[in-house]
C-alpha cells in the first residue's frame, strides 16, 4: 500500500485548535464541548483592542519589568561613578558621558525586550512564545508599539543630543579649564571721570599681572569689557568665555585712600570661592595688583615660580602720573586702525616718559606706536628713527620683560622685514607673558608670512581662546581663512567681527566682497548690503553699491556711485574708466594712486634707516597699476617686476602671493595675456587674495577669458610655467 504523506503542520494545528476549545469552555464545565442545562453560553474570548490591548501585551512581553531593572541599574552604575570618579581624578564630563549613553541605551533595551522573551527554554523570540502559549495577538498593538518606541527613541536621543551640547558649553566654561579666570571691569563706587579712568587702569593691571603666571589661563580685557555693567549670570559668562573662575571687583576712593573689595566666584557653582578687601594709599596700587593675582594663583591652586612671582611684583614707575599717562596711551592705541588715536597714543606715550625717563614699559609702547604710523599709513618715514631710539632706550632699561620683548619683535616685522628675528622676540613674550593673547596672536602673524598656514591658524586660535571678544582677531583670522580660501569659516568670523564691533565699517566691506569673490554671488552680496544698510554710513553704502555695480559689469553705475562717496578708491575708479573707454580719466585716477605711492618711497628714502621690504614692495605695486593706467608700458612692468623682487613669495608668504597677482593685473593690463596667466596661475596656487571667481567677474581681466590658457587656469590645471621667472620676464619686457 501506498504510504500516506503526513502534515507537517499537522501536530501544531490540532495544538492549536485543542487549545482554542480550552478557552471556549469555563472553569468546571463538563469537556466534550456541551454546556450544562441551563447555562449562559460562552462567548468567544476576543483579545483586548486599543491601549488596553497593549498595555496587556507590554505586560505579557514583560517591557515593564525590563524597565524598572533597567532604571535601577543606571541608578547604581551613576551613584558608584559619582563617588569614584573625583576620588580616581576622572573628569566630571565622563560622568555626562555615561547619562548620554544611558539615555540613548534605553530604547535599544525597550525594542529588545518586546522582541525577545527569557524562558525555561533559553532566549528566544516573542513571537515563538505566542505560538506556544496558544495567544493571539491584535494586529494592531505591534503597529502601535512600533510606533510608540519610535516616538519615545526619537525624544530620548534629541534630549541626549540636547544635553551633549549644553553640557559641552558648561565643560568649556569649566573643567576643561580648571585653572582658568575672566577679570570683570571693576565697579567705580565714586563714578567721576578721573575715579572712573584710575579704576579702569586698575582693572587692565590686574589682568596685566595674571597674564605672567604661566599655569593660569587667563582672558584678555577686550573680551570682558563687554560685561561692564550688564546683569549676565555669572554661570553664562563663564560658558560664553571659557573659564571656570570669575573675578569681580569694586573701587572706592577718598581722599588718598583706594579701596579695593574683590569676590572670586566658581562659574559652574556660583559659589564664592573667596572675599578679599585691600586698602592702600593711592600711591601703592601696584601692591594691591600684585596681592590679587598672587591670591588667585593661590586659589586656584596654580604654580608660581620664583621668577614669575618676581615679575608680578615688580613696579613699573614711582611717578604715578607717568602711569596715568601710559594707561591713557594703551586705550587710544586699541583703536590703532584709526589714525588720529594713534597719534594721540603717541603723545601719551612721550608724555609718560617725559615723567620718568626711567619707565621701560613706556618707552617700549613708545617705540610699538611710532613703528606702527610707520608701516600703516604714508608719510611717517621720519617716525622709524625715533621709533628706533626709544627701542634702544627699553632694551637698555629692561631687556628681559615682555613689553620690550614685544617691541623688539615688532621692529624686526615692521621696520625691517626680518621674520626670523620677529619670531624669536614674539616667542620670547609669550614665554614671559604666557596668559598674553597680543604676543601669542604675534606668533601667528609671523607665521603666516612665513607660509606656515596651519600653524599660523593655531596660534591665531590660541590666542582667541584668550581673547574670544577681540575684533581684531577675529578680523585676521578671517582675513587668514579667506587666503586659504575657506570661505564659508571666513564669512562666519566676518559675522562674529559685525557682533562686535557694528560701527567699523571693515567688516561689512569684507563680507560682502567675499560673497562676490568667493562664490562670484552678487544677488546675494546685494541682498547683504540692503540688511544692514540701516547700520551702514552713507558713504559706506555709496562704495560698496559701487564696488557690486563694478564686479557685475554696470561700470556706469560703478562710477557713478564711486565718485559720489567721499571714499575715493583711486583703484577701483581708473579701472572702471579703463573698462570703459575714458582713457582721460583712467590716467587721472592713476596718477592719484602713483603720487601716494610716490609719497611713501620718498618717505622711506627718507627714514636714513635701512628701507622696509614689505613698504617699497607695497609702493612699487601700486606705482605699477598708476603706470599701466596711464599707459607707460615700461615703467608699469619695471615697477610691478621690482615689487616682486623686492618681496618675493618665498620670502613673504602674505604681501608676496599678492604682489605676484599684482603682476599678473599688470600685464593683463599691457595686453601680455600668457605671462599674465602664468603670474595668476601661480597666485592662485598658493594661499592669497585672489580667486577664481574675481578672474571671471572682475573686468580688469576681461581680455583673458577667451584665451585656452584662461580655462586651464580656472580649471586648475598647471601652465607650462608657474612661478615668476624674473631674468626671463626682463628679458621680454613689453616694447614701449
Do not use: C
Not at 307 to 324: G, H, M, N
Not at 509 to 528: E, M, N
Not at 641 to 648: D, G, M, R, T
Request: glycine residues 8%; negative net charge.
Amino acid at each position: 500500500p501506498t504510504q500516506v504523506q503526513r502534515n507537517p503542520f499537522r501536530d501544531t494545528i490540532l495544538r492549536l485548535d485543542a487549545s482554542y476549545e480550552q478557552e471556549r469552555v469555563p472553569k468546571g464545565a463538563p469537556s466534550g464541548g456541551s454546556v450544562a442545562r441551563g447555562a449562559k453560553p460562552v462567548t468567544e474570548e476576543r483579545p483586548a483592542k486599543g491601549l488596553k490591548g497593549f498595555v496587556r501585551e507590554l505586560r505579557r512581553r514583560r517591557v515593564f519589568r525590563v524597565a524598572v531593572v533597567y532604571a535601577a541599574g543606571v541608578f547604581a552604575v551613576l551613584q558608584v561613578a559619582d563617588i569614584v570618579f573625583p576620588a580616581m581624578g576622572i573628569a566630571e564630563a565622563y560622568i555626562r558621558v555615561l547619562v548620554l549613553f544611558s539615555l540613548m541605551g534605553f530604547p535599544i533595551t525597550m525594542v529588545v525586550a518586546w522582541v525577545y522573551d527569557l524562558t525555561p527554554a533559553g532566549i528566544i523570540r516573542t513571537a515563538d512564545a505566542d505560538a506556544r502559549e496558544g495567544e493571539t495577538v491584535d494586529p494592531w498593538v505591534p503597529r502601535t508599539a512600533r510606533i510608540v518606541l519610535v516616538v519615545i527613541t526619537g525624544v530620548l536621543v534629541s534630549g541626549a543630543g540636547y544635553l551633549s551640547w549644553r553640557w559641552a558649553g558648561e565643560t568649556r566654561g569649566g573643567s576643561a579649564s580648571p585653572k582658568s579666570v575672566a577679570v570683570l571691569p571693576f565697579v567705580d563706587v565714586n563714578a567721576t571721570d578721573s575715579t572712573a579712568f584710575f579704576t579702569n587702569g586698575l582693572h587692565d593691571d590686574v589682568i596685566s599681572q595674571l597674564s605672567k603666571v604661566g599655569d593660569l589661563f587667563v582672558i584678555s580685557r577686550t573680551s570682558v569689557m563687554q560685561y561692564a555693567g550688564t546683569p549676565t549670570p555669572i554661570p553664562e559668562i563663564g560658558r560664553e568665555l571659557g573659564v571656570r573662575t570669575v573675578l569681580e571687583g569694586s573701587v572706592r576712593q577718598a581722599g588718598g585712600i583706594v579701596r579695593v573689595d574683590t569676590r572670586l566666584i566658581d562659574t559652574q557653582t556660583d559659589q564664592t570661592l573667596w572675599v578679599e578687601s585691600y586698602e592702600r594709599d593711592r600711591s601703592d596700587v601696584f601692591a594691591i595688583q600684585s596681592e590679587i593675582a598672587q591670591q588667585i594663583a593661590l586659589a586656584l591652586e596654580a604654580e608660581l615660580s620664583p621668577e614669575e612671582a618676581e615679575r608680578i611684583r615688580s613696579v613699573p614707575t614711582e611717578d604715578p602720573a607717568a602711569y596715568a599717562a601710559f594707561q591713557r596711551g594703551g586705550l587710544h592705541m586699541d583703536r590703532q586702525e584709526n589714525m588720529d588715536d594713534a597719534l594721540t597714543g603717541v603723545g601719551y606715550f612721550e608724555e609718560a616718559v617725559g615723567l620718568d625717563p626711567e619707565f621701560a614699559a613706556a618707552h617700549a609702547r613708545l617705540a610699538r606706536a611710532r613703528m606702527w604710523l610707520y608701516w600703516k599709513w604714508p608719510g611717517y618715514g621720519d617716525q622709524l628713527p625715533l621709533a628706533v631710539e626709544a627701542l634702544d632706550r627699553a632694551v637698555e632699561l629692561a631687556p628681559g620683560e615682555a613689553e620690550t620683548q614685544l617691541a623688539q619683535g615688532y621692529f624686526h616685522l615692521y621696520g625691517r622685514g626680518d621674520l626670523d628675528r620677529a619670531l624669536e622676540h614674539f616667542r620670547l613674550a609669550r614665554q614671559l607673558r604666557p596668559g598674553d593673547a597680543e604676543a601669542t596672536a604675534a606668533v601667528g602673524l609671523v607665521l603666516r608670512r612665513k607660509g606656515d598656514w596651519e600653524a599660523a591658524v593655531g596660534a591665531l586660535e590660541d590666542a582667541m581662546a584668550q581673547d574670544p571678544r577681540s575684533y581684531t582677531l577675529t578680523v585676521t583670522m578671517a582675513e587668514t581663512l579667506t587666503r586659504m580660501r575657506r570661505f564659508d569659516e571666513a564669512e562666519a568670523y566676518l559675522d562674529q567681527a559685525i557682533a562686535l564691533a557694528p560701527a567699523l565699517r571693515a567688516p561689512y566691506r569684507d563680507k560682502i566682497l567675499l560673497q562676490v569673490t568667493a562664490r562670484g554671488d552678487t544677488a546675494a552680496a546685494r541682498a547683504t548690503l540692503e540688511g544692514y544698510a540701516a547700520a551702514l554710513d552713507p558713504d559706506v553704502t555709496l562704495e560698496l553699491e559701487g564696488m557690486l555695480a563694478y564686479y557685475r559689469g554696470d561700470l556706469e553705475a560703478a562710477v557713478d556711485r564711486l565718485t559720489r562717496t567721499t571714499l575715493r578708491n583711486h583703484r577701483v575708479l581708473g579701472l572702471a574708466y579703463h573698462a570703459l573707454g575714458r582713457l582721460d580719466l583712467a590716467v587721472a585716477q592713476g596718477d592719484s594712486l602713483g603720487l601716494a605711492a610716490t609719497a611713501a618711497l620718498a618717505s622711506l628714502e627718507e627714514s636714513g634707516i635701512a628701507l622696509q621690504p614689505g613698504l617699497q614692495a607695497r609702493a612699487q605695486s601700486d606705482l605699477a597699476l598708476a603706470e599701466a593706467l596711464g599707459g607707460r608700458r615700461r615703467r608699469a612692468f619695471r615697477a610691478a617686476l621690482a615689487a616682486v623682487e623686492i618681496l618675493p613669495l618665498s620670502v613673504d608668504a602674505v604681501d608676496g602671493a599678492d604682489h605676484l597677482a599684482s603682476l599678473g593685473l599688470t600685464l593683463a593690463l599691457l595686453g601680455e595675456h600668457d605671462r599674465a596667466l602664468q603670474r595668476l596661475d601661480s597666485a592662485l596656487a598658493v594661499p592669497s587674495s585672489l580667486t577664481r571667481a574675481e578672474l571671471m567677474m572682475d573686468p580688469a581681466y576681461s581680455s583673458l577669458r577667451m584665451l585656452e590658457g584662461f580655462q586651464s587656469v580656472m580649471a586648475g590645471g598647471e601652465l607650462s610655467l608657474t612661478g615668476v621667472d624674473a631674468g626671463s620676464a626682463r628679458r621680454t619686457a613689453p616694447r614701449s
